[in-house]
């Protein structure tokens, strides 16, 4: 099994910043797909970005050129670092991998493995 834990998850301004972690295994972070989705209450979860297996970014629109995606293979850890957070980023944030080719990366939401979520509030 694929564990997913993800961390980094609060309170912000709008305008403001969070960078959330995800942490998993090496063989996950380096050779599986990896994303980022969201669920805000009320509402129907949403791929946010996504990161292929030699680093390849997608993201929904209206958060590019805002939050960025990114890994370390070395510390077994995916990233989302949020710039510029709107009240409608308010959601909850859950991690997501899958053995997928990377041609078939994307935010769709269809992932094996899935972490429990953590709550970014932007007021």
């Known amino acids: 099994d694929v564990q997913l834990v993800e961390s980094g998850g609060g309170s912000a301004q709008p305008g403001g910043s969070l960078r959330l972690s995800c942490a998993a295994d090496?063989?996950?972070?380096?050779?599986?797909?990896m994303a980022w989705f969201r669920q805000a209450p009320g509402k129907q979860r949403e791929g946010v970005a996504a990161?292929?297996?030699?680093?390849?970014?997608t993201y929904v629109g209206s958060v590019a050129g805002r939050f960025t995606i990114s890994k370390d293979n070395a510390d077994k850890t995916l990233y989302l670092q949020m710039n510029s957070l709107r009240p409608e980023d308010t959601a909850m944030y859950y991690c997501?991998?899958?053995?997928?080719?990377?041609?078939?990366?994307?935010?769709?939401?269809?992932?094996?493995?899935w972490g429990q979520g953590t709550q970014v509030t932007v007021s």
């Open positions: 997501a991998a899958d053995p997928r080719p990377s041609w078939l990366c994307s935010t769709t939401s269809d992932y094996g493995s």
């Open positions: 090496t063989y996950t972070v380096s050779t599986y797909c």
């Open positions: 990161i292929a297996r030699r680093g390849g970014e």
